[in-house]
């Protein structure tokens, strides 16, 4: 197996930018022989193009992405106006025509030469699916290894990108041009200044019966044909325009005549990816299946004293449940008028007096709301795990999704956010590789795959930190020159300061915490609360070095036969520094597994992901 190139310039060590990345990119160039399979798609036009978009990159995508045997499935969206963009050239057709413009191409690689066969049964939840969103569709295969990487960037390094279908000229043989598409047009693309990522695909003869999908029409004249694509992708159009006026290409000029009659260029408006190395990148809406573990290996420190208690050292507060009518509050904010805002399995919002233990329902997100931040003008951003970071309006009920994507794909596990004065946002992705149902993939794996992002006003988002174990809540200081977050799976408080002359460096604040950390509340009077949904376990630390065949072995036990985990309601108070200024911790049969926590009127108010309740401690004059 050959990885991606990303992943080599990951271990030695190079960020991806300027020159160093193109200097070592040219020197361990390598090409990937592929199976693969492009597919030319016409959207409906009896419905509003976005409509069928939607439908296309979601409902649509969710069966794709989950297909068996399948290692990389993108959409591409193509602009529906354009007339081609590569460059003209005598007796090659560029200009594509209105009748003849593409809405976009799906590019699947499969995982090896005879894994679409293992797809059979999938494909007719496809295929029927299909007419919900095209009216027109024609399938190209590759035969095994009749595509190739010839670059393979990750998506920040790709601004613009542009799919290129060939149509052979009469009577070339199908090896020449197989030859001339991935060897000669996809090297000289490949060795051209400014390019970014080039896949190439040559298609075999194309079969119609193999896409017989209903409802949808597979008309495929003999002069419409195409019989190879290029993918090809650069920081801006000015670059990838720049390619292929360059000497590698125009070189070559004399040979696109002699093997193609058309050559059409579509810009692409926007690309999705829905599976990666084998895994979907989309969560899930309806259950599935567990993903594969591949867990690495990761020492970790023993666990502190502390972690062997069953209570704190101050005394528990009085404590009331405060019922609700939904499972799994996993987090809990309070609102300017002191009401109680959380969200529940299922994707109800509730709005509770804690007071009068009146509950309504106030938004429905169709998802898995978490995390929740008040937002000075009363709004409420909501951290959905299937639905990505969204902004409610609670007088309305209206929500506004905010971040979906991100690079092209879709936020996984939208975790927790804070946000500043200025309406900069700063949220997490816990895992990018695990669904929320599946969390505990991502804690036994031991392999960091979370990410910090930053949303700025004009909703710009950057990736701030990658690679975090399990990242989870966030809060910013209260003059908002720093942010902490936790992790989970690193059991760490860490600080991240976003203004001043340090602006960018992070430290770590506490370090081997004694339990898994979750959410962390907004600062009051000097202090944040952080909640602990469980005591550090011992036999989870262990499998960071224990056999693989272990760990892929507990991950396939059924839930209902593992063991049960320590039942213990926890937070800690910390000041900005990490200092700890309260511990309370306690043993009880009517709550446990704390993940968010909020302090205001004296009162703390505390959430769970396990329960069907709330918390309300009396913190009195503490």
């Known amino acids: 197996t050959v990885r991606p190139l990303d992943l080599i310039y990951s271990q030695l060590g190079v960020d991806g930018q ?29 419905l509003p193009r976005e409509q069928t978009r939607e439908h296309w990159r979601g409902a649509h995508a969710q069966l794709v992405a989950r297909t068996p045997g399948v290692l990389d499935y993108r959409q591409h969206h193509f602009d529906p106006d354009q007339a081609g963009l590569w460059p003209s050239g005598e007796g090659v057709e560029t200009e594509i025509s209105a009748s003849r413009r593409v809405g976009g191409m799906p590019e699947v690689t499969f995982e090896g030469a005879f894994s679409s066969l293992k797809s059979g049964k999938h494909n007719k939840l496809v295929f029927a699916d299909e007419a919900n969103a095209f009216r027109r569709s024609i399938l190209y295969l590759t035969g095994p290894g009749g595509g190739r990487r010839h670059i393979e960037s990750r998506g920040d390094l790709v601004g613009f990108r542009a799919v290129v279908l060939l149509r052979r000229r009469q009577g070339m043989g199908f090896r020449a041009f197989r030859r001339f598409v991935n060897e000669s047009l996809g090297g000289a693309l490949a060795s051209a200044p400014g390019l970014t990522e080039v896949h190439t695909q040559a298609f075999l003869p194309w079969i119609e019966r193999l896409w017989d999908t209903p409802g949808v029409a597979h008309d495929n004249p003999a002069d419409q044909r195409y019989h190879g694509s290029l993918v090809l992708g650069a920081r801006d159009r000015e670059a990838l325009e720049a390619a292929l006026a360059s000497d590698a290409v125009s070189s070559l000029i004399a040979s696109q005549r002699e093997h193609c009659v058309a050559i059409h260029a579509y810009t692409v408006a926007d690309t999705y990816t829905f599976r990666r190395d084998g895994r979907p990148t989309l969560p899930q809406i309806e259950p599935a299946s567990k993903p594969r573990l591949e867990p690495v290996r990761r020492e970790l420190p023993p666990p502190p004293a502390r972690a062997e208690q069953s209570s704190g050292p101050d005394p528990f507060p009085t404590a009331q449940l405060i019922p609700v009518s939904g499972y799994g509050p996993e987090d809990v904010v309070v609102d300017a008028e002191g009401r109680l805002l959380c969200g529940v399995e299922g994707g109800r919002l509730l709005r509770i007096d804690p007071e009068r233990r009146v509950e309504e329902t106030i938004a429905d997100t169709d998802g898995r709301p978490l995390g929740l931040e008040v937002l000075e003008d009363g709004r409420v951003l909501v951290c959905d795990a299937k639905r990505g970071l969204l902004r409610l309006d609670p007088s309305s009920g209206e929500l506004e999704t905010l971040v979906r994507y991100i690079d092209g794909v879709p936020l996984r596990f939208c975790s927790n956010a804070a946000a500043a004065a200025d309406g900069t946002i700063w949220f997490t992705e816990s895992t990018n590789r695990y669904d929320f149902e599946h969390f505990l993939g991502a804690l036994l794996e031991h392999r960091p795959s979370g990410r910090l992002f930053r949303r700025d006003p004009d909703g710009t988002v950057e990736t701030v930190l990658a690679d975090l174990h399990f990242p989870n809540g966030v809060a910013l200081t209260a003059d908002q020159s720093a942010l902490l977050f936790a992790e989970t799976g690193a059991y760490r408080l860490s600080r991240l300061e976003v203004s001043g002359p340090a602006a960018g460096s992070h430290e770590t604040l506490a370090d081997n915490l004694p339990g898994l950390p979750d959410n962390l509340s907004r600062q009051v009077g000097g202090r944040f609360w952080l909640a602990m949904v469980n005591p550090r376990d011992r036999a989870l630390d262990r499998l960071g070095t224990a056999p693989l065949r272990l760990r892929r072995g507990l991950w396939r036990t059924p839930e209902r036969m593992q063991p049960e985990v320590t039942r ?52 009195g004059s503490r």
Do not use: M, P
């Not at 990345?21 to 009896?46: F, G, P």
């Open 18 to 46: 300027g020159s160093r990345y193109e200097a070592l990119r040219r020197c361990i160039q390598v090409t990937i022989k592929t199976t693969a399979a492009s597919v030319l798609l016409w959207l409906r036009d009896d």
């Open 568 to 619: 213990t309601t926890w937070v800690i108070a910390l000041d900005q520094r990490g200092k700890v200024l309260t511990d309370l911790q306690q043993e009880r049969d009517d709550y446990h597994a704390v993940t968010g926590v909020a302090e205001a009127n004296g009162r703390l108010f505390l959430a769970s992901v396990e329960e069907r309740a709330l918390l309300a401690l009396d913190l």
